[in-house]
């Protein structure tokens, strides 16, 4: 990993919980959770294409709840990988064209 990954993926778990924070939930502390949308199974994952997750929304909170649990319920429920991608990346004031 690069100083740069390191780097951005720090900033993004400071973020907290992009989920809770949607929900008003307040500040939860957040994992990295990284989208592999697109991609085979053996290709590395992109560290500039994550999203913070607490760990009730990214793993242990059941089926609808946590992204590993069911991931299409999930996205429905709280937006798709995209729309929370472009969310994070607004809010660390990185614009793409």
Known sequence: MTKAERLYLSRVAELGCVVCRN???????????????????????DHFRTL????????????????????????KNFGTEAQLLEQVQLELGIFYA
């Open 23 to 45: 929900l008003q939930l307040g500040d939860t502390p957040a994992e990295i959770h990284h989208i592999r949308t697109g991609q085979g199974t053996s290709q590395r994952a």
């Open 52 to 75: 913070p997750l607490c760990h009730i929304h990214h793993r242990t909170g059941g089926y609808g709840v946590a992204y590993h649990a069911g991931p299409r319920q999930w996205q």
